[in-house]
C-alpha cells in the first residue's frame, strides 16, 4: 500500500521559511517523479513544484520561482519543499503527489500525470 505523508505545515509571518517533508512508503521512490501542489481556499489545486527521479531536473511555477526549492533523499524515500520569503498568498494545503514515468521534471505540473497523493498539511503565512 502506498503512503505518502507530509509534515511541516504551520503558521508563518510573511517573510518567513518553513520546510515540507513527504515521506513515502509502498513503492519505489527513486522509479517515481515527485510533485508539490497546494490548494487554497475556494480555489482549485495548482501546481507548485516537480523534480525527476535523480534529482537533477526540477520545474517550478511562476508564482514560486526563486523563493522554493525542491528537493529529495533517494535513501530516506522523502522529498522536500523548502519555502523561502513566504507570502499570505501561499497559505494553502500543501500536497505531495507521485508519478510513475519518465525522468524529468518540466511535464510534471499536471495533476492527472499522478498516480499516488497525500493527505495534505496546512500552511497559513500572516501578513
Known amino acids: 500500500q502506498v503512503q505518502l505523508v507530509e509534515s511541516g505545515g504551520g503558521l508563518v509571518q510573511a517573510g518567513g521559511s518553513l520546510r515540507l517533508s513527504c515521506a513515502a512508503s509502498g513503492l519505489t521512490f527513486s522509479t517515481y517523479a515527485m510533485g508539490w501542489f497546494r490548494q487554497a481556499p475556494g480555489k482549485e489545486r495548482e501546481f507548485v513544484a516537480a523534480?525527476?527521479?535523480?534529482?537533477?531536473?526540477?520545474y517550478y511555477a511562476d508564482s514560486v520561482k526563486g523563493r522554493f526549492t525542491i528537493s529529495r533523499d533517494n535513501a530516506k524515500n522523502t522529498v522536500y519543499l523548502q519555502m523561502n520569503v513566504l507570502k499570505p498568498e501561499d497559505t494553502a494545503v500543501y500536497y505531495c503527489?507521485?508519478?510513475?514515468?519518465?525522468?524529468?521534471?518540466?511535464?510534471?505540473?499536471?495533476?492527472?500525470?499522478?498516480?499516488?497523493w497525500g493527505q495534505g498539511t496546512q500552511v497559513t503565512v500572516s501578513s
Open positions: 523534480i525527476s527521479w535523480s534529482g537533477r531536473s526540477t
Open positions: 503527489a507521485a508519478a510513475r514515468g519518465v525522468n524529468r521534471a518540466d511535464i510534471y505540473s499536471t495533476e492527472r500525470l499522478y498516480d499516488y
